[in-house]
């Protein structure tokens, strides 16, 4: 796989031609923070034990998707201040994915995927190890309609879109880097832009939302907007309600 771009960017990237899980992989490498500094990449085409939030897990046919995991350690100094990471990497993930499909809308789905066409195209998991984070993304490339997990979700093919790697790699990493930077720089997801940038690309918001919680509790209301902690905002017949994305099991359009 040529990512000769991407590889100007971070300080490493290692390409592997298979693996359970690239963030599985990632965390039991990164102890060794010399060898795996921060924005170090691990990438497959193949990944046969993908997982997503609350361990979901998937496996998609061999070469039909990227699996993409980047090592943080440069983190805000504030915990609170690192939920946004997940939005961070959906935002420069969409905008790398508009890059190559200019024709489409691309957005944000609060907290973790990204959509063209309202359709799920990348799936993004960012989990702790030891001192840093790993940010794991899954983009749907060359998945045929019938290999789609999922009658919502969709691919660079089924698309009829040829996509380029290396320039989707360039452009998310390079996105993600600045965001990541701008975040610890200032300690405040809307003083470094990235509540402005996320709001901006967020198709959540102004949606009629079906929100299930753990015990089986739901919420249902209009989503009106994401608060300075990255949390959904959420007007009920009730009030209003903010939801953190650890305390969502789903975020579904409301059935008419």
């Not at 298979?18 to 921060?38: C, F, I, K, M, Q």
């Not at 805000?76 to 489409?104: F, H, Y």
């Not at 040829?162 to 003083?191: E, T």
Request: some cysteine; proline content about 5%; glycine content about 10%.
């Amino acid at each position: 796989m040529e990512l000769s771009r991407a590889r100007e960017i971070v300080p490493r990237i290692e390409v592997l031609p298979e693996v359970g899980s690239t963030n599985a992989a990632l965390r039991a490498l990164a102890v060794d923070d010399a060898a795996w500094p921060h924005l170090a990449v691990l990438l497959t085409d193949t990944q046969t034990a993908g997982r997503g939030r609350l361990d979901r897990t998937w496996i998609a046919p061999a070469g039909s998707s990227l699996a993409i995991s980047v090592v943080l350690r440069r983190l805000p100094a504030e915990p609170e201040v690192r939920g946004w990471i997940p939005l961070a990497a959906g935002v420069a993930m969409a905008d790398a994915v508009a890059a190559q499909l200019p024709s489409s809308d691309v957005s944000v789905k609060w907290p973790n995927d990204v959509l063209v066409d309202g359709s799920k195209i990348c799936g993004i998991l960012a989990e702790a190890g030891g001192d840093a984070v790993i940010v794991g993304t899954g983009v749907n490339t060359a998945m045929t309609a019938s290999e789609l997990p999922v009658p919502t979700a969709t691919s660079f093919a089924v698309l009829g879109a040829q996509v380029d790697p290396d320039r989707l790699l360039a452009d998310y990493l390079g996105a993600l880097r600045d965001l990541i930077a701008g975040l610890v720089d200032s300690g405040d997801a809307v003083a470094s832009g990235l509540h402005g940038a996320v709001t901006a690309r967020c198709a959540t918001i102004g949606l009629d939302v079906d929100v299930s919680l753990p015990g089986s509790r739901r919420l249902t209301g209009t989503a009106t907007g994401i608060d300075h902690d990255g949390r959904l905002m959420v007007r009920a017949d009730d009030g209003e309600h903010v939801v953190a994305a650890g305390d969502v099991v789903h975020v579904r359009p409301a059935q008419d």
